[in-house]
């Protein structure tokens, strides 16, 4: 699966966030750690646990 990110160099560091996944955004020093972090971001968004509300269920949708 491929993510959108948003990346610019902009007073030394480099800056971005993912469009698909609100909330992942990172800045670096370099452009090569700023996709690691980004990376990162959106694994550990995806591995966090969540309460869901009673008679809620938490549903896997395939993409791509």
Do not use: C, H, Y
């Amino acid at each position: 699966m491929n993510l959108r990110a948003v990346i610019e160099f902009k007073d030394g560091w480099w800056i971005g966030w993912l469009v698909d996944v609100p909330g992942v955004n990172a800045q670096e020093r370099t452009r090569e750690e700023l996709i690691e972090s980004l990376r990162i971001g959106f694994e550990d968004m995806t591995k966090t646990n969540i309460e869901l509300p009673s008679k809620a269920e938490l549903v896997p949708i395939a993409v791509g």
